[in-house]
């Protein structure tokens, strides 16, 4: 019982701070169209992962500014 807390909370701990950081909208919506992708769409972690950087990729090669 206490485990599955503990992952919650470490999971929410590290993601909060990190959604917090994204400073640009390009990524904003790579992260809104993951979480739709993950609990409206129901689609698996990795695939979801796979995806999401490929979108990042993708953006910063057709010219999105990207942190430094």
Not at 51 to 61: C, W
């Amino acid at each position: 019982v206490g485990a599955g807390a503990a992952a919650i909370g470490a999971i929410a701990g590290s993601a909060v701070p990190l959604a917090r950081a994204l400073s640009d909208w390009w990524q904003l919506g790579v992260l809104a169209l993951a979480a739709l992708a993950l609990f409206g769409l129901r689609r698996g972690v990795v695939g979801v992962l796979v995806g999401a950087g490929g979108l990042g990729v993708a953006a910063a090669l057709a010219g999105a500014p990207v942190p430094h």
